[in-house]
């Protein structure tokens, strides 16, 4: 009965932008680290953001720094991904996920095995 649900997913031409949101049902966020991993067509998933829930610090990638910024909102019971600049490569299925913020060792962490709850994915093409 715990979940997570991202939307926000779709098509977008390349340049262009997009916000996933991710919304927690079952527990609440307030404790928790959010981190949104990335899954291009046939390659392995990576992490692109995460924010913690302590003091809002956040964690990005190299491939998306200074594009992507994530945020969160505790009294909605939800966590965003604000994608801009969107490039072909950005496209695949992105997945959020929480960790219990005790877990971490002061910072945000891309390792999966650490986090919890995922949810079911949401899918964004990039495309012309």
């Known amino acids: 009965q715990l979940q997570l649900v991202e939307s926000g997913g779709g098509l977008v031409q390349p340049g262009g932008s997009l916000r996933l949101s991710c919304a927690a049902s079952?527990?609440?966020?307030?404790?928790?680290?959010i981190g949104w991993f990335h899954q291009a067509p046939g390659k392995e998933r990576e992490g692109v953001s995460c924010?913690?829930?302590?003091?809002?610090?956040?964690l990005h990638a190299d491939s998306v720094k200074g594009r992507f910024i994530v945020s969160r909102d505790n009294s909605k019971n939800t966590a965003y991904l604000h994608m801009n600049s969107l490039k072909p490569e950005d496209a695949g299925i992105y997945y959020c996920?929480?960790?219990?913020?005790?877990?971490?060792?002061?910072?945000?962490?891309?390792?999966?095995?650490?986090?919890?709850?995922w949810g079911q994915g949401t899918q964004v093409t990039v495309s012309s």
């Open positions: 079952g527990f609440t966020l307030d404790h928790y680290a």
């Open positions: 996920a929480a960790v219990p913020d005790v877990i971490l060792a002061g910072q945000c962490i891309f390792t999966e095995r650490e986090y919890e709850h």
């Open positions: 924010i913690r829930s302590s003091r809002n610090s956040t």
